[in-house]
């Protein structure tokens, strides 16, 4: 989901909604928590699929 709310947010971009832009991103991140959370459970910490994720949202939290 969070994809999706990516692509969403550059939707918003495109169309000079800055307002939306910031809500898809948070969403966005949020997702990627939830899927971190999930993840955590069952994968190593040093886990490619950890790291990319934590990647993510290190990433979208600098934009906002």
Do not use: C, G
Request: charged fraction near 25%; glycine fraction near 0%.
């Amino acid at each position: 989901f969070s994809d999706l709310y990516l692509k969403k947010s550059m939707e918003a971009v495109h169309h000079h909604s800055i307002e939306e832009t910031q809500v898809f991103t948070i969403q966005a991140v949020d997702y990627l928590r939830q899927a971190l959370e999930i993840v955590t459970t069952h994968f190593p910490p040093d886990s490619s699929h950890i790291i990319r994720i934590q990647s993510k949202i290190k990433n979208l939290e600098k934009e906002r």
